[in-house]
Structures are given as structure tokens and as C-alpha cells.
């Protein structure tokens, strides 16, 4: 089952904050965090375990609430370059070989 | 540098003319991924292999195909395409571990006439 991100579209200026969030109604093993400009492959931003292990780039932060099977993706400071789509992928059961399943995407717009 | 190749980015096939695409890896991954990707859409998972171990997802239509020759090279064959098969198809690798990340190669745009 597809995890619901929210908002489904921010609209910032340059030096704004937003916040990501990804809901599952499936137990998570894992939940990564993509981000994909128009007409381009998704990169690599975040993974984020059971357990508190997490892996990601040094500007980027994320949480992940195994209680409520959610995740919140931390945009801070934003850059013009922050702009594209973000997708969290999931990880249920632990046993897919990372197999993931995408939300729907959330659209980020950072403005001069 | 180590990457994801897919071959061609842009594809053109007629309706009901078998199609192949062909992704390639340099990072000696386990596992590889075929994903359909619709405009404003998810990426949308239709195979993945361990190794040789190949899995299919439930929802994935008989008309898709993969096969995976070797650990570096991966196809997805598609037998009659239809309009609606039009979409970007991604190519993903993962070591296939928990920690390990998705390296997406730049996908090949398909369109059908």
C-alpha cells in the first residue's frame, strides 16, 4: 500500500524552512528519501531505519517514528537548488531486499 | 564513476511492436530494479532481482518481461505495447541490504504512436 506524503506541494523563498511528511499504515522496516528534478532519475537524500540507524547527506535531516510508522523530511536554510519533487520510499517487513514503494510525491518550488 | 546506464533514453515504438529496453551497472549491485513512471506520478515498481532470483510484482501486466543475463545487465521486454504503456521506465541498483540506497540510472523516455 502507497504511503501518503503531505503537504502535496510548498512553495518557498530561498532561506525558508519546510517539513516532509510520509505516513504508512504498513509496519516499516525502513523509510529513504528521494529527490527527482523534472525530466531526471530520483537522488538519494535519506534512509532512515528501525532502530534509530540512519544515513543521509550532512544537510539534510529527517525523523522516523516507528510508532506511527511516519517520517518527517527537514529542509532548512532553503536553496534555489532544493527545488523538485520528493518521495519517500518504504520498507516494510524487512525482508524485500530494499524493495521500496513510493508516495505520491511532494512538489518543493523555492523562489529567488 | 560507477553508475546505472540505460539504453536508449528515448524510445518510439508502434502500437503492439515489441519493445526492449536495456539497463547496465558498474557497481556490481545485487540487486536491480525496473520501475514505470507516469507524469506526476510515484515510480511505480514492476520487477527486482537478487541476483537471479527474479520477483515479480503482483500487479505488474504479463505484457512486461525482464530478464537479467549476467549481474551487470538487466532488460525489460515489452511484448505489445499499448497507449497506455507510455511513461518513463527507471532502472534502479541496490547493494540489497538495508542501508543501501537506490542508484537510479536516467531512464528511457517510451513513447507509443
Known amino acids: 500500500q502507497q504511503p501518503v506524503q503531505s503537504p502535496q506541494a510548498v512553495i518557498l523563498r530561498e532561506g525558508e524552512d519546510a517539513v516532509i511528511n510520509c505516513s504508512s499504515s504498513?509496519?516499516?522496516?525502513?523509510v529513504h528519501w528521494y529527490r527527482q528534478k523534472h525530466g531526471e532519475a530520483p537522488v538519494f537524500l535519506m534512509i532512515?531505519?528501525?532502530?534509530?540507524e540512519q544515513k543521509g547527506h550532512d544537510k539534510i535531516s529527517a525523523s522516523f517514528n516507528e510508532k506511527k510508522q511516519q517520517s518527517s523530511l527537514y529542509l532548512t536554510a532553503s536553496q534555489l537548488s532544493y527545488s523538485g519533487t520528493y518521495f519517500c520510499g518504504t520498507e516494510d517487513g524487512g525482508t524485500s531486499y530494499g524493495k521500496l514503494t513510493f508516495g505520491q510525491g511532494t512538489i518543493l518550488t523555492v523562489h529567488p | 564513476d560507477a553508475m546505472v546506464i540505460q539504453n536508449p533514453r528515448y524510445q518510439v515504438t508502434q502500437f503492439g511492436k515489441p519493445v526492449t529496453l536495456s539497463c547496465s551497472q558498474t557497481?556490481?549491485?545485487?540487486?536491480m530494479y525496473w520501475y514505470q513512471q507516469k507524469s506526476s506520478q510515484a515510480p511505480k515498481l514492476l520487477f527486482h532481482?537478487?541476483?537471479?532470483?527474479?520477483?515479480n510484482e503482483a500487479d505488474t501486466p504479463d505484457n512486461f518481461q525482464s530478464r537479467r543475463p549476467n549481474t551487470s545487465f538487466c532488460f525489460l521486454d515489452i511484448r505489445s505495447p499499448g497507449l497506455g504503456d507510455a511513461a518513463m521506465y527507471l532502472c534502479?541498483?541496490?547493494?540489497?541490504?538495508?542501508?543501501?540506497?537506490?542508484?537510479f540510472g536516467p531512464g528511457t523516455r517510451l513513447t507509443v504512436t
Open positions: 557497481l556490481n549491485h545485487n540487486v
Open positions: 534502479a541498483t541496490s547493494r540489497g541490504d538495508h542501508m543501501g540506497e537506490q542508484y
Open positions: 532512515l531505519l528501525k532502530g534509530g
Open positions: 504498513k509496519a516499516l522496516y525502513s
Open positions: 532481482y537478487y541476483d537471479k532470483d527474479f520477483n
